[in-house]
Structure formats: C-alpha cells, structure tokens
C-alpha cells in the first residue's frame, strides 16, 4: 500500500505541482496524516527534490494557524503540500506562501481510498478547461441564486472575482486543493438573504443522512434547522464565522460524495457554500473558521440565467 501511494504522489507531484529536482519541497502534516505525509516526502526524495517532512499538532477547526514556524518555512519552500485534517486552505500562512512564489496544494481530509481511487484520478486538463470557463462565469456576474426543494438564497457577488481551483499549480504563486475541480467566489457580505439546504455533506461533520435548512439574514447565518445543526453553529461560534463567506462551484467528474469535504465540493453537479474567512480570496472576513456545506443537484441562477437545473449545466 505504502509503495502504491508513494507512485501516485510522485505522480501527483510531477503532473499538478511540476515538481523538478533541486526544488524545495516541503510536505506539512498533522499527526493523524503522518503516513500520507510520508509517501509525500518519499515521492519527492525520489524525485531528488530538497524534500522535508513538518508533523505537528492537529489543528481544532478549519481555517485555524500553523504554528508560525511552519508557517515560516512554508514561506521559505518552492512547493508546499499541506496534507491535514483540518484545512489550512483558507489561512494568512497559505496566503503568505504563495506570495513568496511557493506552490501550494492543501489536501484537507486526504484518506488513502482517496489517493487510490476518485478525483485524484481525474483529467486535470480537462478539470482545468472547464474550471477556468465557470470561473470567467462567475467574474462576470452580479448576483447569484441558488434553489433547492423549495428553499432560495440570494445574494451579490459584484465586482467580486471568481478563482480557479483547477488542480495544475505549475506557476510561481498558483495554489489550491489536490484534488481538484472548482471555482469559487467571496459573496459581497452582508447581502445574502434567504434559505439554503444543505444536502450532501459538511465540514467537520461529513455526510448528511438527512438535510440542514440554513436561514441567512444580511449575510449572517441565523438559524440551523436538522439533525447536524447545533454541531454545524457551535464549529462556526458566534462571531464573524456565521457570515457567508463563499460560493463555489464543483468540476472534477470523477469526484464523489465521501463525506470528506476535499473532495466532495469538487465533485461535477454540485454547488457549495461555506461560512466563515473569505479574506485570503477577495473577501473582507478573518473569523479563523471556514466551513463549506455541499448541496447536490440545485438550480443556480447567475443574474437570472439558469445555468444549472438539479446539478445538470444548461450552458
């Protein structure tokens, strides 16, 4: 099995990261993915790259910190895979580093049948072709509806742009998620207005066995109906983590719903909110909270068009 993953990261590492010998490459992991984190590290010592292995203490909700001297020399490296339970996707430290040239993939909830099997197996150019179309999508939008078994949410998303989580991170500075297939967008906070369903799965929580209604009032989650819900507002706290803080898009066809965030808001015909920090992509929220919550099959409307009716593209 080690052997195995250790072939599909140097893969990995080749084709999404073009990972050259002599680079830096620095893999960051939580205890609880140490194992993953060290086919990481094997595959880019094979491939003769600089490689180094950071293990350090799980992080107690997504969007929280690495210590600051990961941080650091994630700041330092020319690749970076962070491979955690806990996503450091939408963190200050990610941010820094690809501002330094560093390119980034986080795997949040990485499992070994994920490495094995699923969207990692992808044709990431084609993954790429249609990410970058949706996000050009989404630039080009002002307002968003999304529908769903009788629940509607509303909200702006002007002068807003959309970002490519395409899976290819071959340039200075390019980061995102492994694996991959989505574009995404900070909503204009405070204007969202309406319900959402939530049906497939949450962050932290997994698959739903039955569905969350959402209440959004001004852009704050007000209320959380459903068996996960008190779960879902104690993970969000008080604070500015129940502000909406993103809308995204899934397109990786060969996804699916796992109950592992990672990859089930990439899976193709799904849509995913998330409340929480939106800073680190065109957003003004640092709650230290970043919470998605998957809905599959919805009708989405951009600036009234219907471009998706139950998870099929209309465009």
Do not use: W
């Given at each position: 099995?080690?052997?195995?993953?250790?072939?599909?990261?140097?893969?990995?590492?080749?084709?999404?990261?073009?990972?050259?010998?002599?680079?830096?490459?620095?893999?960051?992991?939580?205890?609880?993915?140490?194992?993953?984190?060290?086919?990481?590290?094997?595959?880019?010592?094979?491939?003769?790259?600089?490689?180094?292995?950071?293990?350090?203490r799980e992080r107690s909700k997504s969007g929280e910190e690495p210590p600051a001297p990961v941080a650091a020399a994630m700041a330092k490296a020319d690749v970076?895979?962070?491979?955690?339970?806990?996503?450091?996707?939408?963190?200050?430290?990610?941010?820094?580093?690809?501002?330094?040239?560093?390119?980034?993939?986080?795997?949040?909830g990485i499992t070994e049948n994920m490495f094995l099997?699923?969207?990692?197996?992808?044709?990431?150019?084609?993954?790429?072709?249609?990410?970058?179309?949706?996000?050009a999508m989404l630039t080009e939008a002002r307002q968003v509806r999304i529908e769903k078994d009788g629940s509607t949410l509303a909200f702006s998303i002007a002068g807003r742009s959309g970002v490519p989580s395409t899976g290819l991170y071959l340039n200075p500075g390019e980061s995102g998620n492994l694996p991959s297939g989505e574009a995404y967008i900070a909503p204009v906070e405070g204007t969202a207005e309406g319900q959402i369903r939530i049906n497939g799965s949450v962050a932290g929580i997994g698959a739903l066995s039955s569905p969350l209604l959402l209440t959004v009032e001004q852009g704050r989650l007000v209320r959380a109906e459903g068996e996960n819900a008190e779960?879902?507002?104690?993970?969000?706290?008080?604070?500015?983590?129940?502000?909406?803080?993103?809308f995204?898009?899934?397109?990786?066809?060969?996804?699916?719903?796992?109950g592992v965030v990672l990859e089930d808001e990439k899976v193709y015909g799904t849509i995913h909110v998330a409340f929480g920090s939106n800073n680190t992509f065109g957003g003004t929220i640092a709650a230290?909270?970043?919470?998605?919550?998957?809905v599959m099959k919805p009708d989405v409307y951009l600036d009234d068009r219907l471009i998706m009716e139950k998870g099929v593209w209309k465009e």
């Open positions: 099995m080690k052997e195995q993953l250790t072939t599909i990261s140097k893969r990995v590492l080749q084709d999404c990261l073009g990972l050259k010998a002599g680079e830096s490459f620095l893999v960051v992991a939580d205890e609880g993915k140490k194992e993953i984190g060290e086919s990481l590290f094997e595959a880019g010592r094979q491939l003769d790259a600089e490689a180094m292995l950071c293990v350090m970076v895979v962070c491979v955690t339970r806990h996503s450091l996707t939408h963190t200050a430290a990610r941010k820094q580093a690809a501002a330094a040239g560093a390119r980034v993939a986080t795997m949040p099997e699923g969207a990692i197996a992808a044709d990431y150019g084609k993954v790429k072709e249609l990410t970058d179309r949706v996000t779960q879902l507002l104690r993970m969000l706290g008080d604070g500015d983590g129940r502000q909406l803080g993103e995204g898009i899934g397109t990786n066809d060969k996804a699916r719903i796992t230290g909270v970043h919470i998605d919550g998957i």
